[in-house]
Nanobody, 125 residues
Framework: QVQLVESGGGLVQAGSSLRLSCTAS???????MGWFRQAPGKEREFVAA????????YYADPVKGRFTISRDNAKNTVYLQMNSLRAEDTAVYYC???????????????????WGQGTQVTVSS
């Protein structure tokens, strides 16, 4: 079983930066790890994902050029560097991982089988 613990959320002003971290423990093999977010009254939406082997990255259009996902294999940690934050980035950000062998779409919320508890990011305008 994989356990995911996020950190790094907070309250910032528009234009600022934050870095989220997510550390995996337990059965730490993951094919993909990623970040989704959910704003009040909205569905959970894809933000970014990274393939653990090879490091291929994927981004949602609204965050391309502003957010960067990366990983530290030795620490079993994935990061989300968020720059030029906007009010519309306000949401609970969830770390996720898939540790199976099935091919799928890393941008699809249903692909993942492990989730963190979420960390709040609030951007004031």
């Amino acid at each position: 079983q994989v356990q995911l613990v996020e950190s790094g959320g907070g309250l910032v002003q528009a234009g600022s930066s934050l870095r989220l971290s997510c550390t995996a423990s337990g059965r730490t093999f993951s094919s993909y790890m990623g970040w989704f977010r959910q704003a009040p009254g909205k569905e959970r939406e894809f933000v970014a994902a990274i393939r653990w082997s090879g490091g291929t990255t994927y981004y949602a259009d609204p965050v391309k050029g502003r957010f960067t996902i990366s990983r530290d294999n030795a620490k079993n940690t994935v990061y989300l560097q968020m720059n030029s934050l906007r009010a519309e980035d306000t949401a609970v950000y969830y770390c996720t991982a898939y540790d199976g062998l099935k091919y799928g779409d890393p941008q699809n919320v249903d692909y993942y089988n492990h989730w963190g508890q979420g960390t709040q990011v609030t951007v004031s305008s």
